[in-house]
Nanobody, 123 residues
Framework: VQLQASGGGLVQAGGSLRLSCAAS????????MGWFRQAPGKEREFVAA????????YYADSVKGRFTISRDNANNMVYLQMNSLKPEDTAVYYC?????????????????WGQGTQVTVSS
């Protein structure tokens, strides 16, 4: 089982990035998926999550209205569209697969994790 996150980079404040996460090794179409992030010296925190069908989503207050999570079950992909980026969004972003069909904000409810992709927002 592998999760490959990509799409990170350096962007100016107010800019946009789209993160992608490719899952391989098994199908995740019946699993919730999520994005988390970890800034230097801080704990990993929840960003966004989506249920197995893509009908239900949930966001951290800090990104609500700016980020959008989506998924493509046919291709085992999950995305995070990030708009109006702020310097405080700078972190390594991780995608993860939940152990259930629903979404979750709790790290321990995710079974598989990608390697992370760096997002740096300059002021």
């Amino acid at each position: 089982v592998q999760l490959q996150a990509s799409g990170g980079g350096l962007v100016q404040a107010g800019g946009s990035l789209r993160l992608s996460c490719a899952a391989s090794g098994r199908t995740f179409s019946r699993s919730g998926m999520g994005w988390f992030r970890q800034a230097p010296g801080k704990e990993r925190e929840f960003v966004a999550a989506i249920n197995w069908s893509g009908e239900l989503t949930y966001y951290a207050d800090s990104v609500k209205g700016r980020f959008t999570i989506s998924r493509d079950n046919a291709n085992n992909m999950v995305y995070l569209q990030m708009n109006s980026l702020k310097p405080e969004d700078t972190a390594v972003y991780y995608c993860a697969v939940a152990g259930s069909r629903t979404y979750s904000i709790k790290i321990y409810e995710y079974d598989y994790w990608g390697q992370g992709t760096q997002v740096t927002v300059s002021s």
